[in-house]
Antibody, heavy 115, light 113 residues
Framework: EVQLVESGGGLVKPGGSLRLSCAAS????????MIWVRQAPGKGLEWVAR??????????DYAAPVKDRFTISRDDSKNTLYLEMSSLKTEDTAVYYC??????WGQGILVTVSS | DVVMTQSPLSLPVTLGQPASISCRSS???????????LTWFQQRPGQSPRRLIY???NRDSGVPDRFSGSGSGTDFTLKISRVEADDVGVYYC??????????FGQGTKLEIK
């Protein structure tokens, strides 16, 4: 089955850190630009970060609210995408999806930032 | 940043009737390669987004032909010819032309009257 599966979410205190993983199966992650999108409770979709495939330079871009706090990376040998989140704020509370921004989306993982 | 504006934000529709959602961008979405990277997603309650339409009017595999996309430049439309119960959810347009950032519309919540 072709799927993306996120893990690593949970409850964290403000100022804390968390690392999300997105494991691909039935799908070669190295072939695509990969993206993290988040959705705060009851809100719309928000683009978070993107990493190009290595053949396109593997460069990264970030949304302004997360720049300098989040780091997107990929390990193509493990077919896995990551999002390292630090200095977390309550407003980072959301369901985080990994996606190709096309037909491939994970099921989402909840990150709750609260004291 | 490109601002995407959807209307309406709430769309009550009678079963079997048509529905239309507008999406406007603050600048042209025509990319340097001549393509227009405007995508429509459907998000059913409790589910991940699902792509319906890419590059304005190309329907994804498995998407019923009741769904169609049209438009150019800065004005785009998603149409459902006959709404079914399964269509309930929130619909988002997103531009993939001018990045970063990719920008989504606010979402249009479709419900059955």
């Amino acid at each position: 089955e072709v799927q993306l599966v996120e893990s690593g979410g949970g409850l964290v205190k403000p100022g804390g850190s968390l690392r999300l993983s997105c494991a691909a199966s039935g799908f070669i992650l190295s072939n695509d630009w990969m993206i993290w999108v988040r959705q705060a409770p009851g809100k719309g979709l928000e683009w978070v970060a993107r990493i190009k495939r290595k053949t396109d330079g593997g460069t990264t871009d970030y949304a302004a609210p997360v720049k300098d706090r989040f780091t997107i990376s990929r390990d193509d040998s493990k077919n896995t995408l990551y999002l390292e989140m630090s200095s977390l704020k309550t407003e980072d509370t959301a369901v985080y999806y990994c996606t190709t921004m096309g037909s491939m989306w994970g099921q989402g993982i909840l990150v709750t930032v609260s004291s | 940043d490109v601002v995407m504006t959807q209307s309406p934000l709430s769309l009550p529709v009678t079963l079997g009737q048509p529905a239309s959602i507008s999406c406007r961008s603050s600048q042209s979405l025509v990319f340097s390669d001549g393509n227009t990277y405007l995508t429509w997603f459907q998000q059913r309650p409790g589910q991940s987004p699902r792509r319906l339409i890419y590059q304005v009017s190309n329907r994804d595999s498995g998407v019923p032909d009741r769904f169609s996309g049209s438009g150019s430049g800065t004005d785009f439309t998603l149409k459902i010819s006959r709404v079914e119960a399964d269509d309930v959810g929130v619909y988002y347009c997103v531009q993939l032309t001018h990045w970063p950032p990719y920008t989504f519309g606010q979402g249009t919540k479709l419900e059955i009257k």
